[in-house]
């Protein structure tokens, strides 16, 4: 049984940073594409960024966060890293870990009916 587990979230001020983390068991995710999806309150999960099981020139981000966050992966730990830096308050809500359903996957996808092992989520909450 694969088990998506995140955690890293806080309570940070606009401008500060932080680093999540998810960690997954039950199978190796080195051929799996890795993402970090966020539901803000009252709003709809929405793809934050992606790590391709092809490598880091393969990430991809939200509009939102270019620039701000960087995803990455350790394949030897089975886990999945987003740093996120000058952090704002429309950066508040729960983050989200998951899993790509298929391996290898030539391209790299960011719909969420794409991913099916997901964490339980850790909140984020930016605010002074």
């Known amino acids: 049984q694969v088990q998506v587990v995140e955690s890293g979230g806080g309570l940070v001020q606009p401008g500060g940073s932080l680093r999540l983390s998810c960690a997954v068991s039950?199978?190796?995710?080195?051929?799996?594409?890795m993402g970090w999806f966020r539901q803000a309150p009252g709003k709809r999960r929405e793809f934050v960024a992606v790590s391709s099981w092809r490598g880091v020139s393969n990430s991809t981000y939200a509009d939102s966060v270019k620039g701000r966050f960087t995803i990455s992966r350790d394949n030897a730990k089975n886990t999945v890293y987003l740093q996120m830096n000058n952090l704002k308050p429309e950066d508040t809500g729960v983050y989200y870990c998951?899993?790509?359903?298929?391996?290898?996957?030539?391209?790299?996808?960011?719909?969420?009916?794409?991913?099916?092992?997901w964490g339980q989520g850790t909140q984020v909450t930016v605010s002074s």
């Open positions: 998951a899993k790509d359903r298929e391996p290898a996957r030539r391209e790299v996808v960011t719909a969420i009916y794409e991913y099916d092992y």
């Open positions: 039950g199978r190796s995710f080195s051929p799996y594409t």
